[in-house]
């Protein structure tokens, strides 16, 4: 039995968004995971039919070899589940190419 029976997601990144900042990105997504219609009935919980996501990032290039990503994401329904509260996630990414 398959926990998620469907998914669905889109997302869009502008690169340069700012003024002297070409190769910077935003981002933006959202993400829709359907449960299957048998694990709801297996488990008998107080499910809601999706788990959904906003996510907004933006990239910031320093230099040739160094970049930083921050990130804050929605999540509503996490797990699914109507008697838990919906969630904000921050993150934040460092990434270093040589």
């Known amino acids: 039995m398959n926990r998620i029976g469907r998914y669905i997601g889109a997302g869009l ?31 008998l919980a107080n499910r809601s039919a999706a788990e959904n996501s906003l996510e907004l990032t933006y990239l910031a290039q320093l230099g040739n070899s160094l970049s930083v990503q921050g990130d804050v994401e929605l999540v509503i329904n996490p ?20």
């Not at 502008?14 to 829709?32: M, Y």
């Not at 797990?79 to 990434?95: E, I």
């Open 13 to 43: 990144t502008l690169t340069g968004p700012l003024p002297r900042r070409e190769q910077d990105q935003l981002g933006f997504a959202i993400a829709d995971a359907f449960l299957g219609s048998h694990y709801r009935r297996a488990t």
């Open 79 to 98: 797990g699914a589940l109507h008697s838990t509260r919906n969630a904000l996630v921050p993150g934040l990414r460092f990434a270093l190419s040589y």
